[in-house]
């Protein structure tokens, strides 16, 4: 099946740093990617959904100079929190919508941890 | 405002029994339902379902969607141990993924 990568799986960082998290499609085009937070426990939260080429649309509440998203490629969203908190510490997802067959691939998941 | 609740909550059944988790939505141009299992990490796919009344297998889940009742059920029969997880159902329409809360399952040997 269609595999979706994110790097790091784990990062720790002090406060006050910035975080870039990528997301890639491996075997397939993907025009769109969502980037999800989930709190422990808790379940996903849709943050913005990302066009390639194009400037991503961010939910209600989300801050965008927070998290600023890149889709560069039909392979590769980057997510990066900067200036992190540790309130910012959150488990991130991706996901990527296979152009072709719209079924949407999850990554395995950017666990962040802010101290 | 789309929406997906999912009950129980949270299950805690004995290795061999037989579970019913529940989804039900509201979305605007529904296009499909998904299940989802998730343990340590992301979630992962188990199911998407279209069409009304068309059961789906996979070993011992199986899965079925009501498009006139705006439901989903998601039964997982002679569970084990490795079955416990949350168990997320998404559904899809105008939106990205809407997903619930989730229904957190325990199987104790």
């Known amino acids: 099946g269609a595999v979706v990568s994110q790097h790091p799986s784990w990062v720790i960082c002090k406060s006050g740093t910035s975080v870039k998290i990528e997301c890639r499609s491996l075997?397939?085009?993907?025009?769109?990617m969502f980037w999800y937070r989930q709190f422990p426990k808790k379940s996903l939260m849709l943050m913005a959904t990302?066009?390639?080429?194009?400037?991503?649309?961010?939910e209600q509440g989300v801050e965008k100079d927070k998290f600023l998203i890149n889709h560069a490629s039909l392979t590769l969203s980057t997510l990066t929190v900067t200036s992190a908190h540790p309130e910012d510490s959150s488990f991130y997802i991706c996901s990527a919508r296979d152009w072709a067959s719209t079924q949407q691939y999850f990554g395995p998941g950017t666990r962040l941890t802010v101290l | 405002e789309d929406k997906v609740v999912q009950s129980p909550l949270s299950l805690v059944v004995h290795e061999g029994d037989t579970v019913t988790l529940n989804c039900s939505y509201e979305?605007?141009?529904?296009?499909?339902l998904l299940w989802y299992k998730q343990e340590k990490k992301a979630p992962t796919f188990l199911f998407m379902l279209t069409s009304s009344g068309i059961e789906k297998k996979s070993g011992r889940l199986s899965s079925i969607l009501d498009k006139k009742e705006l439901f989903s059920i998601l039964n997982i029969t002679a569970t084990q141990t490795g079955d416990s997880a949350v168990y997320l159902c998404?559904?899809?329409?105008?939106?990205?993924?809407?997903f619930g809360k989730g229904t957190r399952l325990s199987v104790i040997a």
């Open positions: 075997d397939f085009q993907a025009t769109t």
């Open positions: 998404a559904s899809s329409g105008n939106t990205p993924l809407v």
């Open positions: 990302s066009n390639e080429g194009s400037k991503a649309t961010y």
């Open positions: 979305v605007t141009n529904f296009r499909s």
